[in-house]
């Protein structure tokens, strides 16, 4: 068997590609120990022209790449072989920030006021991860958007959901999606306000662990969301706040596998056939770096 594995940032956006190497390894390692042969893009080539070609003699695919730009890349992987990750349309939705953000209040979930003047997060509308995040009083800029500032506990919740489009005659089981883990961000504000990433724990066992779960389903649930998602959150003592949502593998990945006894490969396969495991075991401890440093500890 063949899949293609295709990760942007490695070869095309040196500022994440650390992040992007880190999680293509995991997944490399993973399919190959499960019998599949790993295909990737030749980095001296057109991205969606590597995707063209080896799509077409593979027999799935997963593509990874900053949001504003997966969609597009995951659609000319679904015109040549089987997607294994999330849909391009609920990608495309996802994207948006703004637009997801008022999805997902127009269906009672809590997420962020929108907020145009006052000390307030300030980020880009279809921007990725912490880049070019900040708590500012300034205005936004052509593109950016506001957001009320909460403080509590950076958290997100990686899970797999199973097919929602696609295949759904032949592998939609109505199914909840699967919970792998709660990571712990490493969330961290400069002097300048600037909001910087790098990296955080896992697993992270949580008093409200269930209520998050609730959450994070019915982000998946209204937003069509399959395959690997992370879901990022921001929980105060009365408060579950969706921040944001990303229909991808993200960088807790190679924590997760690191502590994990079933292979990550397996679990996203065998979901787009409707067939994950009701949980998943995991040993140990993780930390793990925006640049792909992991420290385990058995404990």
Same mark, same amino acid.
């Given at each position: 068997?063949? /899949? ?32 599949y042969?790993v ?24 593509v /990874?790449?900053? *949001?504003?730009?997966? @969609?597009?890349?995951t659609? &000319?992987l679904? *015109?040549v072989?089987? &997607?294994?990750? =999330? ?7 996802? +994207?948006?920030?703004?637009?997801t ?8 979930i809590?997420?962020?006021r ?6 307030r ?6 921007? =990725?991860? @912490?880049?070019?995040?900040r ?5 936004a800029?052509?593109?950016? !958007? ?8 950076h958290?997100?919740?990686?899970l ?8 759904v =005659?032949? %592998?939609?089981t ?11 961000? *490493? /969330? ?5 306000g ?10 992270? *066992? ?6 998050? %779960? @609730?959450v ?6 209204v937003?069509?969301?399959?395959? %690997?998602?992370g ?8 408060r ?5 949502? &990303?229909?991808?593998p ?6 997760? +596998?690191?502590?994990m ?11 787009s ?10 040993n140990?401890?993780?930390? !793990? ?9 058995? &404990?």
């Amino acid at each position: 068997m063949n /899949i293609l594995l295709a990760e942007y940032t490695v070869s095309h956006d040196p500022t994440l590609a650390p992040e992007g190497r880190a999680m293509l390894d995991v997944l490399t390692r993973s399919f190959t120990r499960i019998g599949y042969m790993v295909h990737t893009p030749d980095p001296e080539m057109g991205f969606s022209e590597e995707i063209a070609r080896l799509g077409a003699i593979c027999d799935e695919g997963l593509v /990874i790449a900053p *949001d504003h730009l997966l @969609a597009k890349y995951t659609k &000319n992987l679904e *015109d040549v072989t089987r &997607n294994i990750g =999330c849909n391009s349309f609920s990608i495309a939705v996802c +994207a948006n920030k703004k637009r997801t953000g008022q999805i997902l209040h127009a269906h009672g979930i809590d997420v962020p006021r929108e907020v145009a003047s006052g000390r307030r997060i300030v980020k880009q509308i279809s921007g =990725c991860g @912490a880049v070019g995040v900040r708590l500012t009083d300034e205005p936004a800029g052509e593109g950016e !958007f506001g957001q009320e500032y909460i403080e509590g506990e950076h958290l997100s919740m990686s899970l797999v959901g199973g097919r929602v489009v696609g295949e759904v =005659c032949l %592998y939609y089981t109505g199914k909840g999606p699967l919970l792998l883990a709660i990571n712990r961000q *490493d /969330i961290r504000f400069g002097q300048d306000g600037h909001v910087t990433y790098h990296g955080g724990e896992t697993p992270v *066992d949580h008093p409200r662990k269930d209520e998050m %779960y @609730a959450v994070a389903s019915k982000v998946i649930e209204v937003l069509g969301c399959q395959g %690997y998602v992370g879901v990022d959150m921001v929980v105060t003592s009365d408060r579950i706040v969706v921040v944001d949502v &990303n229909p991808r593998p993200t960088t807790s990945i190679i924590g997760i +596998a690191a502590c994990m006894e079933e292979e990550i490969a397996q679990v996203i396969l065998d979901a787009s056939y409707g067939r994950f495991p009701d949980f998943v075991h995991l040993n140990g401890h993780a930390y !793990f770096s925006s640049d792909g440093k992991i420290t385990y500890d058995r &404990n």
